[in-house]
């Protein structure tokens, strides 16, 4: 056997048996995050956590962009000082919704008032104003300001993972007003297609705007099991591949296996193989009743293939667990 010969063979056994990965084979976002309140300060003495991957950061667009065009982005920019002199990672999820700025609205974009019916929400029984999520305006609006995010973050390597949102309620989650309300949603005009529509022109938006960032789905079922949320993870799959991670934000102790966005989250994770994360319901220190085992609900997550977990930052600060957290971080980084 010629010496070249050897050579092609040897090149040829590394590349078939050892194939090359590339970053799209392998899982950027993976680890836990400490989830703050919107708006709170990275506390230097939780991000330097060793268990710690990075924290989640939370804003709402009015908070960041109070007037058309003016900025004000020293909140995200602190933020990520922090993570970054802490050698960490970190998440954006900036919320409209009923969060979006006064002047929007003055654009002419519809809106719904309804009543905050969730308990455990702090606007408990308050109205609301929700933009249409549909509308081509308030859409429009959006994407503009998804735009500038982009363009002053996608350079940041401390940043590994924007949350999608857009045609969204009160959080970067698919939900739409339920139970009470969602009869004026369907009056409004919501219907599957519009809403799918709506959702695919945020998702082409986050990925021109972020071009080297993962990008998470939350998923949820936006108004009923009419097929609109698979229909946008398929459309975040077929545009993102491997940056699309996606996520629950519901999760808990009491979370069962044939809870349909759960099982949704586990099939796809593991056909497509894309990145899988969870955030917890709520906090087990201050919601016991509500969160139950922090334990038990990270079991659930692992079950359904989580590459990462959210968990409340009470719970993270918690000493009782630190050797979960330990325990949690090996396995999944």
């Known amino acids: ?24 084979d392998s ?23 060793p268990f710690l991957a990075g924290v989640s950061i939370r804003a709402p667009w009015r908070a960041i962009e109070p007037k058309e065009g003016k900025m004000g982005w020293d909140y995200l920019d602190n933020a990520l000082s922090e993570v970054k002199k802490a050698n960490k990672k970190a998440m954006f999820r900036i919320l409209p919704g009923i969060n979006s700025p006064a ?15 969730n308990q455990y929400h702090k606007t408990y029984g308050q109205k609301q104003k929700i933009p249409l999520p549909w509308d081509e305006t308030y859409l429009n609006e ?3 300001f998804v735009s500038q995010l982009g363009a002053r973050y996608n350079s940041h390597d401390e940043l590994v993972l ?5 045609p969204t309620y ?41 071009p080297d960032k993962d990008l998470a789905l939350n998923v949820a079922i936006p108004l009923r099991e009419d097929g609109a949320m698979e229909e946008i993870i398929q459309y975040g799959i077929s545009k993102l591949g ?24 586990r099939e796809y994770g593991k056909k497509y193989g894309v990145t899988v994360g969870f955030q917890m319901l709520d ?5 016991p009743e509500r969160q139950g085992s922090l334990e038990t609900s990270i079991e659930q997550g692992l079950k359904a293939g989580a590459h990462y977990f959210e968990i409340y930052q009470a719970d993270i600060k918690e000493q009782k667990n630190k050797a979960l957290f330990d325990k949690l971080d090996k396995k999944l980084r």
């Open 162 to 166: 924007v949350h999608i949102a857009g």
């Open 242 to 265: 491997k940056r699309l991670c996606i996520q629950g934000n519901w999760l808990s102790a009491k979370t069962l296996g044939s809870f349909h966005p759960y099982r949704v989250i």
């Open 142 to 144: 959006w994407v503009k």
């Open 103 to 117: 002047w929007a609205y003055k654009k002419g974009i519809p809106s719904v008032e309804i009543k905050d019916v």
């Open 27 to 49: 899982f950027s976002v993976k680890g836990v995050y400490s989830l703050m309140r919107g708006m709170d300060a990275v506390d230097p003495s939780v991000v330097k956590l």
């Open 170 to 210: 009160h959080s970067a989650e698919m939900h739409l007003p339920k139970k009470a309300n969602a009869e004026l949603m369907v009056k409004a005009g919501y219907t599957k297609e519009k809403i799918v529509t709506a959702w695919e022109k945020v998702i082409d938006a986050y990925a021109k705007a972020f």
């Open 1 to 24: 056997m010629t010496f070249i010969r050897k050579i092609a063979i040897l090149v040829f056994f590394v590349i078939i048996v050892f194939p090359r990965t590339s970053p799209a």
């Open 283 to 287: 906090s087990a220190k201050d919601k």
